[in-house]
Each structure stands twice: as C-alpha cells, then as structure tokens.
Nanobody, 131 residues
Framework: QVQLVESGGGSVQSGGSLRLSCAASGYIDSSYCMGWFRHAPGKEREGVAVIDSGGRTNYLDSVKGRFTISQDNAKNTLYLQMNSLKPEDTAMYYC?????????????????????????WGQGTQVTVSS
C-alpha cells in the first residue's frame, strides 16, 4: 500500500499560482500511474492531471496550458504546478496512485474511473481562488 500526503494548498487571487506536492511512501509499483484529482462542493470528483511511469501525461481540457504535473522519482514526490488560477479551480485537491492505464494514452486518460477508486489516496489539500 502507498501512503500519500499532499501539501501546498491555500488561498490565492484569480491569476495567481500555487504548487501542490504529494509525498509518497511505501511500495510503489513501477507500472503505477500517479494523478491529481479535485472535488468541489456540489460537483463530481474529476481528474485534473495524470502521469505514468514513463513520464507521459494527460490533462483535463480546462487546465491545459495552465497546470503542469511532474514527478521527482528520487524524492518520491508528485507535483502539480498551477498557474493562472481561476475561481472555478477552487476545490479539494487529492493525490492518487493506481494501477490503471496503459495503451496509447497515458494512464488511459484523465477520467476518474473505477481503477482510480481502487487506488491509494491522500487526505487532500484545499485550493481556494477568489475573484
């Protein structure tokens, strides 16, 4: 089992930036995908960005060009650099690790699928963007 701890959330004004971090410990299979998901009140949980063991990525359309997912394997840490933040980005952000994907698209895409539900999750970090 993988233990995940997120940090870096906070409150910013529209147009601002934040960098989320996710420290991972425990056994992480080399085939695992890592991802960032978010959950806003009254909305369904959605995938934001995912990255596979080969470094391929996928992004939610609304964050493309603004968010960047990356990982430092030496530090067992996953990052999400968020620039040009908008009020609609306000949500609880979660880090996850799961055995999903493969094929032509990194992690099988960015959707929140059953495979992710069965994965390992952090406790979340709140991001609030004010207009």
């Amino acid at each position: 089992q993988v233990q995940l701890v997120e940090s870096g959330g906070g409150s910013v004004q529209s147009g601002g930036s934040l960098r989320l971090s996710c420290a991972a410990s425990g056994y992480i299979d080399s085939s695992y995908c890592m991802g960032w998901f978010r959950h806003a009140p009254g909305k369904e949980r959605e995938g934001v960005a995912v990255i596979d063991s080969g470094g391929r990525t996928n992004y939610l359309d609304s964050v493309k060009g603004r968010f960047t997912i990356s990982q430092d394997n030496a530090k067992n840490t996953l990052y999400l650099q968020m620039n040009s933040l908008k009020p609609e980005d306000t949500a609880m952000y979660y880090c996850a690790a799961a055995a999903v994907g493969g094929g032509r698209s990194a992690c099988g895409g960015v959707r929140y699928t059953a495979g992710w539900v069965l994965g390992d999750w952090g406790q979340g970090t709140q991001v609030t963007v004010s207009s």
